[in-house]
């Protein structure tokens, strides 16, 4: 059955073949994250031209500040303090907090839906079912 995009986006999946992992690991953790090259299952090299994911910091840029707006509100409404400086350190820990996450999902967006040459083909995940089904 096929994945739909919004699936294979939250779990990181190749935006052809929404099988094959974009990253290795997971996006929260101690190690420094990493994208694949290419695609396990269909072998998409995913930086599709050299520094492709320079684009990847506008859709970044844009993530930081919907989140620093909201977390901005939403400290206002609870707190309603009028220090700066408690804006200071919600925001800044928002930032840090949400870095890893905008790093992943910044890239996702770009290739999921920015990213017209890449087209979801539906027969990878059928090839791959295929194989799993062999295996057993
Ligand atoms: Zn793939």
Redesign the pocket.
């Given at each position: 059955m096929p994945t739909s995009k919004i699936h294979a986006l939250v779990h990181s999946?190749?935006?052809?073949?929404?099988?094959?992992n974009m990253f290795v690991g997971p996006a929260y953790g101690l190690r420094k994250q990493k994208t694949n090259d290419v695609?396990?299952?269909?072998?998409?090299t995913f930086e599709i031209e050299p520094g492709y994911f320079y684009a990847a910091m506008y859709v970044s840029y844009a993530m930081s500040v919907a989140e620093v707006v909201t977390f901005a509100l939403a400290t206002a409404v609870l707190t309603g303090s009028e220090s700066p400086w408690t804006y200071m350190v919600v925001l800044f820990a928002t930032i840090i907090i949400f870095s890893p996450f905008n790093f992943r999902y910044s890239r996702l967006i770009l290739l999921h839906y920015m990213t017209p040459k890449i087209v979801y083909d539906p027969k990878?995940e059928l090839l791959e079912e295929n194989k799993n089904k062999s295996d057993i």
């Open positions: 999946k190749c935006p052809r073949c929404h099988v094959g695609c396990p299952v269909c072998n998409l990878w």
